[in-house]
């Protein structure tokens, strides 16, 4: 009997200390996705058949604090979580950390998703966020632009092209 309870309770001490490695280790991916940045900016800017993508997120001082201290592990937090979140081919990525500003930025390229000379397909990054090019943005001759809150975030949204546009509800063309 007693060597019973001493084989449960080695096989519960085990589990902790597995539970608590993994909270350990996925922890800060789920922490610094973004949902406790002060602001959001993203910008993507189209360039022949490459966007290039940039995240800005600004923190609290004792965020921004905390992301210092595990840089590497928020690098490639960041990385993931833009992989999981958008499957698009990409590339190039690299986050820089602004400490003055406190702000940490996320860049790629992505690729892939020009169906004609420069012509769009935006859906990718649109339904992640459940945005539509006609009914949420503004736009201007060469930019659409959106401004609202996403996963309780404040978040500007600009999409930039070196020609005048025009556009449909997830793509974008030569105007």
């Known amino acids: 009997m007693f060597g019973k309870v001493i084989i449960v309770a080695v096989i519960c001490a085990a589990l902790i200390g597995v539970s ?8 800060p991916a789920s922490l610094w996705q973004g949902e406790n940045a002060v602001e959001r900016y993203i910008k993507i800017v189209a360039d022949g058949p490459v966007l290039h993508y940039q995240e800005t997120l600004f923190w609290d001082e004792n965020q921004f604090s ?3 201290e595990n840089q590497n592990v928020f690098q490639f937090a960041q990385i993931e ?8 081919a990409a590339d190039n990525f690299s986050v820089e950390f602004d ?3 406190k702000t940490t930025t996320l860049r790629c390229d992505v690729h892939g998703k020009e169906y004609a000379e420069n012509s769009y397909d935006l859906l990718w990054f649109l339904n992640a966020h459940g945005l539509d090019l006609i009914y949420d943005f503004t736009k201007s001759e060469r930019e659409l632009s959106w401004a609202g809150t996403i996963d309780n975030i404040s978040t500007t949204i600009v999409f930039s ?8 509800h997830g793509h974008v063309w030569p105007a």
Request: charged share 25%.
């Open 20 to 27: 608590a490695w993994w909270v350990a280790q996925r922890g």
């Open 66 to 68: 905390k992301i210092m």
């Open 81 to 88: 979580h833009f992989n999981e979140k958008y499957s698009v």
């Open 99 to 101: 400490e003055e500003n």
């Open 161 to 168: 092209f070196p020609f005048p546009i025009d556009h449909c």
